[in-house]
């Protein structure tokens, strides 16, 4: 599945972000919120940002998993002109597919794409 820019329909995740993703979410799992190992091609998270991703996951009250393999079915991305925006559904270990979301921005640069975090919420 490739990135295509399309300002029109959302598009599924490229194959390619696909594993950034999993990385993200996996540290995520494990309560990593501010993503210190770091992860090739994901910008560093700001300390506001993890703390609402912390307190967002802990008053959601269930334990996240790593992703899904059916969670490309629903999570989708759309291209806004400079940047495409994402949304990947998480998972979690009682629900399955919950409601909570991961929202990022993929920008291209010189070196490459660029995913950064946004929030992680309730849609």
């Known amino acids: 599945i490739l990135a295509i820019k399309d300002e029109e329909d959302q598009r599924p995740i490229p194959s390619a972000w696909r594993p950034a993703f999993r990385e993200i ?11 210190k190992a770091g992860i090739p091609g994901v910008a560093p998270l700001s300390p506001k940002i993890a703390k609402q ?13 790593e992703l899904s ?10 291209w806004m002109g400079k940047h495409w925006d994402v949304l990947i559904d998480l998972w979690t270990k009682r629900e399955g597919r919950s409601d909570l979301a ?10 490459g794409l660029v995913i950064r975090i946004e ?3 309730v849609p």
């Not at 991703?53 to 998993?65: M, N, R």
């Open 69 to 78: 393999e059916k969670t490309w079915a629903s999570s989708c991305c759309l």
């Open 102 to 111: 991961l929202r990022a921005r993929v920008s291209e640069s010189k070196s």
């Open 53 to 65: 991703i912390k307190e967002y996951v802990e008053d959601y009250g269930e334990t996240l998993v």
């Open 119 to 121: 929030m992680v919420y």
């Open 25 to 35: 979410v996996r540290a995520l799992a494990r309560k990593d919120y501010g993503l």
